[in-house]
């Protein structure tokens, strides 16, 4: 928690940038990023988003380069109003209140144009061409290969096996676990890589006047596009049908560089989405754990169910029986 003191010296360093004007700050909401944010209201009304970060975790740095780039080539992100590195302080767009997960009580024809709103800029961002991306001016972080494939599973395995349910796997079942997971890493490494967000959730799209805007993209970097589509489709902070996740699929071959058959999309995101549900598990864990948010936890469910029901047509029969176990330890019926 940001002292008292902080942020005096805060709004007393943010007054020198806006002319000396009298200034209101109000926290929001904390997440899960080494960040705090801060609604900064000006004496005529206005208002932006504070963001004061820890540059321990590097990405955070990263954070106003890659918007100042997704905003260059069409992608909708909040604009860069004020940076003082020095500080450790952002000052971006305010755009209001509302996320993807605001909306998730409407009935889906209400809900849809917002989605596929939300793909159509994902496609652009994953039509991108590697090849000019300005590497020497914009800093992201290393992509997905094997190694960051293994570390989101342990990832997994430590912090909410362990950590959270209290499961200790036995040495012979993780061989054969580890088999299932090198596999899974083979297949989502056979796509060709691309820039995606990696955190595309509902609560990382804002939703303002109608239109969709990326918040929460410095851990952008190279990867597999389904981990970005199943991270939306399988999030688990909102429930969708199955025959709605089958829509968005669609939508986003129909609006991608997707040359392959619908089967083949669904059948890689399905596989990425295990992936990608692993990794959320283990920052819910980690979260509750080592920060003490425990509100992440709420998500737990949600995310086991969307585990289980993908493990249900793949060949992951290790994975599958720690799912379930999981489920039991945590009360949770899948």
Same mark, same amino acid.
């Given at each position: ?24 700050? &109000? ?40 918007? /100042? ?57 994953? /039509? ?33 096996? /362990? @950590? ?25 490494? &056979?796509?060709? &890589? ?136 945590? @009360?949770?019926?899948?």
């Amino acid at each position: 928690m940001i002292s008292e003191e902080s942020i005096l010296h805060i709004r007393e360093f943010l007054s020198k940038f806006f002319s000396g004007d009298p200034l209101e700050l &109000s926290p929001l909401s904390k997440r899960g990023s080494q960040r705090d944010f801060f609604r900064l209201k000006l004496k005529d009304g206005r208002t932006f988003i504070v963001i004061i970060y820890d540059p321990e975790r590097v990405e955070n740095t990263y954070y106003a380069g890659i918007a /100042r780039f997704l905003k260059g080539i069409g992608i909708p992100v909040p604009s860069i109003v004020y940076e003082a590195k020095e500080e450790n302080i952002l000052v971006v767009e305010d755009l209001g209140d509302l996320d993807l997960f605001s909306f998730k009580d409407l009935d889906w024809e209400m809900r849809k144009p917002l989605y596929e709103k939300t793909i159509l800029s994902l496609s652009r961002l994953h /039509r991108y061409p590697l090849e000019n991306f300005p590497s020497t001016e914009v800093r992201i972080a290393e992509g997905f290969d094997a190694l960051l494939y293994a570390w989101e599973r342990e990832y997994f395995i430590e912090n909410f096996v /362990r @950590g959270v349910t209290g499961i200790e796997i036995d040495p012979l079942f993780f061989v054969e676990l580890k088999r299932e997971f090198e596999k899974l890493t083979s297949d989502l490494m &056979s796509l060709p &890589s691309c820039l995606i967000h990696r955190d595309c959730q509902s609560k990382n799209v804002m939703v303002k006047e109608g239109s969709v805007y990326f918040i929460d993209f410095q851990g952008m970097r190279k990867g597999n596009p389904f981990y970005d589509l199943g991270s939306l489709v399988f999030d688990p902070y909102v429930s969708l049908l199955e025959k709605e996740r089958e829509e968005l699929i669609r939508f986003y071959c129909e609006t991608s560089n997707w040359k392959n058959s619908l089967s083949e999309a669904k059948e890689a995101v399905y596989r990425a989405s295990i992936q990608r549900i692993m990794q959320a598990l283990g920052a819910f864990g980690f979260l509750w754990k080592k920060r003490g948010l425990k509100e992440y936890m709420e998500y737990v469910p949600q995310a086991l169910k969307n585990l289980y029901y993908l493990l249900k047509n793949e060949r992951m029969e290790k994975l599958k029986e720690l799912v379930i176990s999981c489920g039991s330890a945590l @009360g949770v019926e899948l």
